[in-house]
């Protein structure tokens, strides 16, 4: 499958579009519809809202499927020094599958609801793979009478 990769460009910035990355989280057009418009062609017109808040939907999109660069090369160069600045600080923390069963995400991983209240502060986190808990998005050993594997 050819990965296809589209621009779309203001005067300020140029936002790419992967549509084989993307899940289809919804927050692009949630937040700015008038930029994003899925049943529309072009889908994407940035001179719909301000820059800032193009940047800042753009940052929230979960897998990448929609980034963007500035157009000016020096602004450029400066963003992605202070984007390896802020990766040199984070720390990385590991999320576990267990074999036929659920995947574990430590307490160190924030996780919130759709509303953004935060589930399990401070816990470690058991997320059901099988679809058969009762608890979801946590684990409660269905996958054990069902047979699960992954």
Known sequence: MDKIKKDYSNADITVTWQPHLCIHSTVCFARLPKVFRPNKRPWIVLDQ?????????????????????????????????????????????????????????PKEVILTDAQGKELKAGQDKYICRCGKSQGKPFCDGSHMATGFEG
Do not use: Y
């Open 49 to 105: 809202a301000e820059t800032d808040a193009i940047i800042e939907t753009v940052d929230l999109c979960p897998t990448d499927a929609l980034t963007w660069r500035w157009n000016d090369a020096l602004k450029n160069k400066q963003q992605n020094q202070n984007d390896m600045d802020n990766k040199k600080e984070t720390t990385s923390v590991t999320a576990k599958v267990f074999s036929n069963g659920p995947l574990l995400l």
